[in-house]
């Protein structure tokens, strides 16, 4: 065990001092900030183009801005974040495989599956710690503003999304023991996350494919219940668990 | 007792046989030179010691374990030193040298007290920057230091001399050789006069084999043929018919076959004919005229 959080901090440290840890922390903090940001400036914005509207037929009446404003950009904007996530950690173990720096470690007797399950640990806190950041600045704006009372089962959205972030995580990790370079996970990742979509078109698959847990937005207008969601969400954990677990064997006979 | 025995050990890379049923044995507490030209199969060979590399055929015993590939659990009793090793950039010799404790389970006490002992036995022990800026020589250290952390029985260096200048060289062989009391030495190299400076042992690789292996003395105490050239300036028949069988090198010199006695044969002749020469050499009991030698069958 103590292995394992040494090698945890480890890449603790390398995120701190590289500055990735910086960036993501004003990244997320930026995307919170954004979010009522843009809802409270969306009047704003649709008096300056009222009058362009006007002359191609259209009226503005008076926009009504909300909380439900507010969390329909958190759910347009945090995809953005999670591919930002993704770009800045995807080479956590390339980096380690074209330098060496693991074999040092490996050879001095520091089991393979502490490896893997540290860089996920490390990925998956820096994940939720930039995630939760991202949320709890837009909820402290949207209740200061407006009132967060009106969007219906909100937790249950967010931790949806929340999950489905996790297992793009697990994806990058999965990926990271079999391909050998950056680009490649980036790919299989993007691909991954692709065919799950489009799977999810298929009426029939919608409520198991893991990318539908991303459509937090109708639960919180009620369009569909929470619920609903359960068996979506259940599978993507079943996913993100077998991911990683069959990462260890892999990542026990890869070449170094 | 000996410390590492590979017996039959076989690799393939597509087509090319890199190793074809290397045997190899180092005696515990050795300095054991591991000799081979570049591309020989050095590398490829301390590596499936390490159980880094899936060998085709063969097997490896460290200490009488057997090794696996892959989870290696014999690595416990190794230290190792790649050609070019590579740290995390991002922390000091210190950090470094504590996440390796760390990582083998060693009390926090201890980590610290060997740490300052070893990185001042490899002179950086004053140094408070990131590995980031370290030269390819304090890199090299530091990687001693890292391999010695776990106080192995076997400490394995892939060519620790190569890259380095003279200074730095001689820096790294001081070091191998003040741990020799604490641990058996494995080194591979391709400078061959390392060997003689440091080794007890030394091996040379050739073909995919083992061609010749044993104690420094017992190398250099084999016998073989010996020889000398002489460049002449004019004379060269005189000398031709005289000693048929001399043989015309390439570079306009004579060599002879034979030792001492043949020496003062041919300068006998050369003193009563008055040869003019220039230069007498002669090819030594250096381990390298040995190794060419072997090599070069």
Redo the contacts between chains.
């Keep these: 065990m103590?292995?394992f959080?040494?090698?945890f901090?480890?890449e603790i440290?390398?995120f701190a001092?590289?500055g990735k840890l910086t960036i993501l922390g004003i990244l997320f903090f930026a995307f919170g900030v954004m979010n009522p940001a843009i809802a409270k400036l969306t009047p704003w914005m649709m008096e300056m183009l009222s009058e362009e509207l006007a002359q191609s037929g259209m009226t503005v009446t008076e926009v009504a801005v909300d909380a439900l404003t507010s969390w329909t950009q958190f759910f347009k904007n945090i995809p953005m974040a999670l591919i930002a996530f993704v770009l800045m950690t995807g080479g956590t173990f390339t980096k380690e495989y074209e330098?060496?720096?693991l074999?040092?470690?490996?050879?001095?007797?520091?089991?393979?599956y502490k490896v893997v399950l540290a860089k996920a640990a490390v990925l998956l806190t820096v994940w939720s710690a930039g995630y939760f950041i991202c949320f709890g600045v837009t909820y402290a704006y949207n209740a200061y503003f407006w009132d967060n009372s009106i969007a219906i089962d909100l937790i249950p959205a967010v931790l949806n999304w929340w999950l489905f972030g996790v297992m793009t995580v697990a994806l990058t990790v999965f990926f990271s023991v079999i391909a050998n370079g950056y680009g490649g996970i980036l790919c299989l990742t993007g691909g991954a996350v692709l065919a799950f979509y489009l799977a999810s078109l298929i009426p029939k698959l919608t409520e198991y494919m893991p990318t539908t847990l991303m459509n937090g937005m109708n639960i919180l207008v009620g369009a569909v219940d929470a619920s609903d969601f359960n068996a979506c969400a259940a599978i993507t954990a079943v996913i993100t668990v077998a991911l990683i677990a069959l990462s260890v064997p892999i990542f026990?006979?890869k070449?170094? | 007792m000996d410390i590492l025995t590979i017996r039959g050990l076989e690799k393939r890379f597509g087509d090319k046989k890199v190793l074809c049923g290397l045997d190899l044995t180092v005696p515990e507490g050795s300095i054991f030179g591991f000799v081979g030209r570049n591309g020989a199969g050095k590398t490829t060979t301390m590596k499936a010691v390490l159980g880094l590399m899936r060998p085709d055929g063969g097997e490896i015993f460290v200490a009488g374990e057997r090794v696996s590939y892959g989870q290696t659990p014999t690595n416990r009793y190794i230290g190792y030193l790649p050609d070019v090793p590579e740290f995390y950039s991002f922390m000091t010799p210190r950090e470094y040298l504590r996440l390796c404790g760390e990582t083998m389970n060693m009390p926090r006490a201890e980590i610290e007290e060997r740490s300052g002992e070893l990185l001042e036995l490899v002179g950086l022990g004053g140094e408070r920057h990131r590995i980031r800026g370290f030269s390819r020589g304090m890199k090299q250290r530091l990687g001693i230091a890292q391999a010695l952390l776990g106080q192995p029985k076997l400490l394995i260096c892939d060519e620790p001399t190569s890259a380095l200048d003279p200074i730095g060289r001689k820096e790294i062989l001081d070091i191998l050789l003040s741990v020799k009391d604490r641990t058996t030495v494995l080194f591979s190299t391709h400078i061959l006069s390392d060997v003689e400076r440091i080794c007890t042992d030394a091996a040379l690789l050739e073909g995919g084999r083992i061609a010749m292996q044993g104690s420094i003395e017992e190398l250099k105490g084999i016998k073989r043929a010996e020889s000398f050239k002489i460049e002449v300036l004019g004379g060269a028949e005189t000398i031709a018919k005289a000693f048929p069988d001399a043989k015309a090198e390439p570079d306009g010199s004579i060599r002879f076959e034979g030792g001492e006695d043949k020496i003062f044969e041919v300068l006998d002749f050369i003193g009563k004919n008055r040869i003019p020469f220039s230069k007498i050499e002669r090819e030594g009991a250096s381990l390298e005229s040995l190794f060419v030698e072997v090599a070069g069958k």
């Excluded at chain 1, 074999?103 to 393979?112: D, E, F, P, Q, S």
């Design positions: 103590r292995s959080f040494a090698f901090k480890k440290l390398e001092r590289s330098s060496g720096t074999v040092l470690m490996l050879t001095r007797g520091l089991a393979r026990n006979k070449q170094l």
